[in-house]
C-alpha cells in the first residue's frame, strides 16, 4: 500500500477537498510586564515610566485632602455598622415578643 502512496494518489482513495499552506509558528504573545506602560517601550525604559507612576500616584495618596476622605470614610462606615446592629437587635427584639404573643395566644385558645 505504501508503494502505491510512493507515485502518488491511488485510484479510489479520497483526495484532500481543501489545500492548506503551512506558514510557520505563531510569534509569541508579548504580555505586558508593568501595567499601564506600554510593550513598545524597551525594558529598561518601561520600567523608569513605571517608577514614575507609582510616584506620581504615591504623591496623591499623601495629600491632605485624601487623608481627610478616609477619615470621613471610616466614620461613616462605622455609623452604617452601628445603625445595621440596631436594625439586628429590633429585627430579633420583634421576632421573640411575636413568638411569646402568638405562644399566648394559642394557650389561651386551649
Known sequence: M???WAMGTPPGAAKPAV????MGKAPEVTQQQYPGVST???PHEAVI???QKLESERKYVDMPSTRQWFRDHRRRKREEEKL???YCKHRELSKSRSEAFLAAGTA???
Open 84 to 86: 445595621a446592629e440596631i
Open 49 to 51: 515610566i513605571y517608577g
Open 19 to 22: 489545500r492548506t499552506v503551512n
Open 40 to 42: 513598545k517601550f524597551l
Open 2 to 4: 505504501a508503494a502505491l
Open 108 to 110: 389561651s385558645m386551649r
